[in-house]
């Protein structure tokens, strides 16, 4: 193993360097410093642009090394939006002019996602029709998502620069980012342009072990001509002939003495040729290497491989000298052709050119897909096909292109992928609430975390603008139709970025809506960056009402945040809780209005509190399973993917994985008794606090795989669940091993509870790694951290039937769907199967629930699969320098170290792991496993909700339901299973007698008080009728919070159930317990009259009617409106069911 630190990856002068794509911009500017320092050059640099993914944490990488910078002289100032932040790259280029500047020049450096270019040509144009200065330069990096992964359309910025006349280089590694910026520069100074460099999202998502060097930078040394150099003041029509007169032809002259093209197995005898640039680039080598085709096949065949660096212009010397003899050369490109275009003309009329195919083949017919982005076996087959054809086609790459075309075949009988896991909002997040809209009312989106609720039916969200255009789809629409406002939804960063001046155009336009700016202290979507200028939420109100807004409110989860701060005399502040009563009056107001929603991110927070910059509350929610009924009110009220389901004997319930709760407790307004908040103690599972660790020293090592001449390892998880976090890891144990690594981390939005994948490859040379993603069916390992996700196409299409060994997590987290869709079914065995059919191997592992009961968080899970996985031996990687990767890794090594271990102790040693963790039995009964258990079961309960008495009314209508089921020995007693469950659920009515019982007399309450360490003090959230009060605009009753005292009522009142049902019954009196008497009369009544004509006809309709009985669940109102909405189909059901009895005695 090599000595490796992480300052290496700015501060080691020569040598290899473990770095991401954003940590590669960065040693750039730091490099071009450095190069200039050595040259005798007193130059500063200045990077200024805005965040986007694919470079949304190019801002966070600067800010991390400001020191450096500083030492450096280069100045990071992030743009309020990416056409300031261009014009303002072009003011550092007037320095080179400046009579009293302090510094020879300046070199800068402009950034933006695709749409950032878009809105930013103006400047771009401008900017590089001025010029540059000879000792500064300037760069435009584009961030491209060809795929629309984390983009509301698909982008490619190319063919924008070459509008602004700009030069356009495309990387294809980070060495080459690196090494072309830094020529990108010196071409910049030499020919007065602006240069573009585009950096698609497989290269700036791709990690990789790079190559550094100031001795790598090394150029030929041309003459400066003045007439290049930035000048002020210039008419239109001069700046435009000495752009295109004398400063475009300059680039040429460069490209001829410091080229950034490159040739392969080019020979006199060469006759096909395949020109790529970047990614497309990266992907014909994979092909290549998928079809088995090495240089030595390569020549026999007579293939040659041009890459452009740089792509517009051409370097038209280099294509021609590539060219010109062959007889056919394909241009491989993702998106619309500009490599293709330029090279027909370069070539046209000249002696011994190519035929030349690409977007379409020699007779003019589709071959290389313009929509959407490439991937490397399809193109392999492409290849193959057109090598196949030309009669050069070995018969190694003949039979890998006939198995290559099979893995694109569907398969008979295969198992289909589930939903994706979309992106979703964090728990807690503003959004959840702040998005909501009144009943009746729309909304439109933006860009931004809110922007995913357009895929939430409820938030009746009818459009999305691009961003800087929110609001202005209302002012086309508002004079053509009758509705009379509508709300839309803009990010506090859109604000500053853009849509302040939307909202004086919508003032202008006289329209009636509602802007609601969702003020969140931070850009959560690209990762937590605080919002450029800073605004508070008082400025934000005086510069809305300036604009002459109809009325401003602001609502917060906080009142106390607001204790000393000035807001304007004419805005109102609220509690969040009448959020829903603000939104219902402002959308009766007639013109502009605006409600701020002031609320902080929920990810932000988090980080935060673990980093303690922001106080962490000492509270926890949890729900006692046996009072929930399942019937989702809490995950409706708050939206929030920390509410999970539980699955018990007596159905499935709901839980708080406290793993992901950020402690907004708006989960709390769900009306449920089951919910206790614990305040004050630590939260510290007795397991994490006796977990001993003896064990650790006794670990054997396993025998390792071989190194294969690539080995390729994929991991599937959940956005915020440490999947990239361990492929860094992963990467940098590799460098620490000394091979060559590459690491793509697939996120799009997902870093929002979607789906993530990392594709994760070792080689001992590096030049076998091309594509950073795993080819189809090419995957040694994958790692489903998520199982959703594993079986999803992203990951499961890298499978291979006789290579892949699969190591799968066993908890099963469900989608964002489970919060409207409680009872899905959710498919897990048909997930798992999936995969193993793909599998050579596969492994279940509990890594969830150990991470949670030994080390108190289930996001150690991913390290304990890891160590599963490496103690299985299947990654050929040392514990060594993985656990010295973790240590680098600096996030809270001590417990990230033993969750390596614990993985490994499940496979060296399960009977030891074992003894570690103790499961114990869920709460409640057993499963019961057949009818008459299930009967038993269900009649013990009732004795204790009750008496013996009331037990046996259960077991007497139950006898007769067997009876009648005994004579359909096929069914396997379902109806008499069913009709059991429902039958109890409407028997052992959840009256207050029996939650005071399921807390005074079940292990609720010491199973909760195990989890904490000091004083935990129990609050309980209660809305008793009598003394409730009612919310204003729903009519609903307020829950109340009710401390420990209540404990010894519970008690009392579980004692006093002997009164249910008599006289003395006070509670029994409502019309609520009344009608829930008479569902359960109704029940029974109408099983014993479908009893005795029961026959095959009508016996799933009876089992149906009793399973629609048990959706009637909840407490109070929730359990009502759930009984208007199940009572009509359980009508229309029975007399369905009579009815056709009915007729067959008729017949």
Same mark, same amino acid.
């Given at each position: ?12 002068? #020569? ?214 150099? +930035? ?81 517009? =212009? ?51 017919? =589709? ?30 790459? #003949? ?249 018990? =004997? ?208 289930? &996001? ?74 299930? +009967? ?79 004083? !935990? ?28 005292? +209540?404990? =010894? ?32 009369? #109704? ?42 909405? &199940? ?13 056709? +009895?009915?007729?067959?005695? !008729?017949?």
């Amino acid at each position: 193993m090599q000595a490796v630190s992480l300052r290496d990856r700015y501060e080691l002068e #020569q040598g290899l360097v473990f770095l991401n794509p954003m940590q590669a911009l960065v040693r750039l500017v730091l490099t071009q410093a450095q190069v200039d320092s050595r040259a005798g050059l007193n130059t500063a640099g200045f990077v200024s642009g805005y965040r986007g993914s694919p470079l949304g944490g190019f801002d966070k990488a600067l800010w991390s090394e400001s020191q450096l910078l500083t030492d450096a002289h280069i100045k990071f100032q992030p743009g309020l939006n990416e056409d300031l932040a261009a014009t303002s790259v072009w003011g550092s280029q007037l320095t080179g002019i400046d009579p009293k500047r302090t510094v020879d020049g300046v070199f800068g450096l402009w950034y933006g996602k695709g749409p950032g270019v878009d809105r930013s040509m103006d400047a771009l144009k401008h900017a590089n029709m001025a010029g540059t200065s000879r000792f500064g330069g300037a760069l435009a990096v584009a961030g491209d998502d060809h795929g629309a992964f984390s983009s509301s359309n698909a982008h490619q910025s190319d063919h924008m620069l070459i509008g602004a006349s700009m030069p356009v280089l495309y990387p294809a590694t980070l060495e080459e980012l690196i090494d072309f910026g830094i020529r990108g520069w010196a071409l910049s100074r030499f020919s007065g342009c602006w240069v573009g460099i585009k950096l698609v999202s497989e290269i700036a998502e791709t990690s990789r072990i790079t190559a550094v060097g100031l001795d790598r930078h090394q150029l030929s040394p041309l003459e400066y001509d003045p007439a290049c150099e +930035i000048s002020w003041p210039a008419p239109p029509l001069m700046m435009e002939r000495s752009l295109v007169e004398v400063r475009l032809p300059r680039v040429h002259e460069f490209t001829n003495a410091n080229g950034f093209d490159a040739t392969l197995w080019r020979e006199q005898r060469s006759r096909l040729g395949i020109v790529a640039a970047g990614k497309s680039w990266l992907d014909v080598r994979e092909a290549l290497s998928l079809l088995g085709i090495d240089e030595a096949e390569a020549r026999r065949m007579g293939l040659a491989l041009y890459k452009p660096g740089l792509i517009w =212009p051409l370097n038209a010397t280099g294509l021609r000298e590539f060219a010109l003899g062959l007889n056919e050369m394909m241009v491989v490109e993702e998106k619309r052709p500009i490599i293709e275009d330029q090279a027909a003309r370069l070539l046209y009329g000249l002696a011994g050119a190519p035929q030349i195919i690409g977007e379409q083949d020699a007779k003019g017919h =589709p071959l290389i897909a313009v929509a959407g982005d490439l991937q490397a076996l399809d193109l392999a087959v492409t290849l193959g096909d057109w090598l196949e054809g030309k009669g050069t086609l070995g018969d190694t790459a #003949q039979a890998r292109l006939t198995d290559l075309k099979h893995r694109r075949e569907p398969q008979d009988n295969a198992i289909a992928a589930p939903p994706p896991r979309k992106p979703f909002y964090c728990a807690g997040c503003p959004h959840n609430t702040s998005t909501r809209v009144p009943e009746g009312s729309h909304a439109m989106a933006g860009i931004g975390c809110h922007g995913m609720a357009a895929w939430i039916p409820s938030r009746s969200i009818v459009s999305m603008t691009h961003m800087g255009g929110e609001g202005m789809h209302w002012l086309g629409r508002a004079p053509f139709t009758d509705e009379s406002h509508i709300f839309q939804n803009v990010g506090d960063g859109t604000y500053a970025h853009s849509a302040s001046l939307n909202i004086r155009a919508a003032v202008a336009a006289g329209v009636t809506m509602t802007f609601k700016i969702l003020y969140n202290e931070a850009v959560a979507m690209t990762g937590g960056q605080p919002v450029e200028a800073g605004l508070s939420v008082g400025q934000i109100c005086e510069l809305v009402l300036a604009e002459h807004v109809a009325e401003v409110v602001v609502v917060t989860d906080d009142l106390h945040r607001f204790d000393g701060a000035v807001l304007p005399r004419a805005v109102t502040l609220l509690p969040r809780e009448q959020f829903d009563e603000v939104q219902e009056r402002l959308r009766e107001k007639a013109g502009v209005t605006v409600l701020i929603y002031a609320q902080g991110c929920a990810a932000e927070k988090r980080r935060k509190r673990k980093r303690q910059q922001l106080e962490d509350p000492a509270v926890r929610v949890m729900i006692n399973d046996r009072v929930c009924e399942g019937c989702g009110d809490c995950g409706r009220k708050s939206n929030c993917v920390a509410i999970q389901p539980l699955e018990t =004997p007596l159905g499935r319930k709901r839980k708080i994985n406290q793993s992901a709760c950020n402690k907004d407790l708006s989960c709390l307004r769900g009306f449920c008794p089951s919910f206790v908040s614990f305040e004050g103690g630590e939260y510290a599972p007795r397991k994490t606090r006796e977990l001993e660790q003896s064990w650790r020293a006794e670990l054997p090592t396993p025998e390792a795989r071989a190194l294969p001449d690539v080995f390729s390892l994929a991991m599937a998880g959940i956005g915020g669940g440490g999947v990239v976090s361990v492929a860094a890891i992963m990467g940098m144990a590799a460098h620490i091993e000394g091979l060559g690594a590459s690491i793509l981390d697939v996120t799009g939005l997902a870093q929002k509870n979607g789906a993530v994948y990392s594709h994760i490859r070792f080689s001992r040379d590096p030049d076998r790694l091309a594509s950073g993603r795993i080819p189809e069916g090419c995957a040694d390992v994958v790692l489903g951290f998520d199982l959703i996700a594993a079986a999803g196409e992203g990951a499961a299409k890298t499978l291979n039937a006789n290579q892949t060994e699969t190591f799968l997590n066993a908890v099963f987290t469900p989608s964002a769907d489970f919060i409207d869709d409680g009872d899905q079914d959710f498919g897990e065995e048909r997930m798992r199967q999936r995969i193993n059919e793909r599998s050579r191997k596969m492994a279940v592992i509990d890594a969830g629930g150990a991470a949670e009961r030994l080390l108190g968080d289930q &996001i150690f899970s991913n390290l304990v699969l890891l160590g599963a996985a490496w103690q299985s031996g299947t990654i050929p990687l040392s514990a060594d320098a993985l656990k010295t990767a973790i240590t680098l890794n600096g996030a809270s090594v001590d417990k990230s170290l033993v969750a390596f271990d614990l993985g490994r102790l499940v496979i060296a040693d399960s009977a030891r792991f074992a003894e570690l963790d103790q499961i114990e039995g869920m709460a409640g009964a057993p499963v019961a496993e057949t009818a008459d258990a299930l +009967i038993a079961q269900r009649a013990t309960l009732l004795e204790d909700y009750q008496n013996r008495a009331y037990a046996d009314r259960f077991r007497a209508f139950m006898k007769k339901v067997a009876a009648a089921d005994n004579a359909f020995p096929d069914r396997n007693q379902a109806l008499t299973r069913r009709v059991a469950e429902a039958l109890f659920k409407h028997m052992a009515i959840k009256d207050e007698y029996e939650v005071a019982r399921l807390y005074a007399e079940t292990d609720f309450m010491a199973r909760a008080q195990e989890n904490f360490s000091g004083d !935990a003090r129990p609050v309980f959230h209660l809305a008793p009728p009598l003394l409730s009060k009612r919310d204003p605009v729903t009519g609903e009753l307020i829950k109340r919070q009710f401390g420990s005292w +209540i404990l =010894p009522a519970f008690r009392v009142l579980a004692k006093l159930r002997p009164l249910r049902e008599t006289p003395f019954d006070v509670f029994g009196l409502t019309e609520e317990r009344r009608w829930e008497r008479a569902l359960r009369s #109704q029940l029974m009544d109408d099983i014993d009259a479908m009893l005795p004509e029961l026959n095959p006809g009508n016996y799933d309709d009876v089992v149906y009617y009793a399973a629609l009985s048990l959706e009637i669940r909840g407490f109070g109102h929730v359990k009502k409106a759930n009984g208007d909405r &199940i009572e009509p189909q359980l009508r229309e059901c029975r007399d369905r069911v009579l009815s056709t +009895i009915v007729r067959e005695y !008729a017949a």
